[in-house]
């Protein structure tokens, strides 16, 4: 019981002291800082991709097409739905494409924090 008492204060303690910088927590501000550029693009143009796919799927599936006054949805239907797979297959190598860039741009500044971090 006063082991958890003793716990229980420790843990609401540390929420109300100030927290010291490390080198540590430097590095892992700039790792975030390589990946998410390369994160947000992948979250978005995938989510557009699906959005157009969805689209495309939709024309040819219900009666959207009908409503904007096209006669035959099949053709712009599956025109739509195959941009948007395109785009969701290209999603992966653009976002390789971009995380590859951002870390060798930040290659020697990770390398030289971590070499400081690992001789302490």
């Known amino acids: ?3 958890d008492q003793e716990f229980l204060v ?11 910088h490390t ?5 892992k501000e700039l790792d975030a800082k390589v990946k998410r550029p390369a994160n947000v693009f992948a979250y978005v143009f995938g989510s ?15 009666e959207l097409g009908g409503m904007l006054g096209l006669e035959n949805t099949m053709v712009p ?3 739509v739905g195959v941009i948007g797979l395109v785009m969701a297959l290209v999603n992966y190598p653009i976002f390789k494409g971009i995380l590859a860039r951002r870390r060798a ?4 500044d990770i390398m030289a924090l971590s070499d400081s971090i690992l001789e302490e």
């Not at 420790?10 to 010291?20: A, D, H």
């Not at 557009?48 to 599936?61: D, E, K, Q, R, T």
Request: net charge positive; aromatic share 4%; no cysteine.
């Open 77 to 79: 239907g599956v025109i």
């Open 48 to 62: 557009v991709a699906a959005i157009v796919m969805g689209s495309g799927m939709s024309l040819v599936m219900t």
């Open 1 to 3: 019981m006063k082991n």
């Open 105 to 108: 741009k930040y290659a020697a």
């Open 10 to 20: 420790q843990k609401i303690r540390t929420q109300y002291t100030e927290k010291q």
């Open 23 to 27: 080198q540590l927590d430097a590095l």
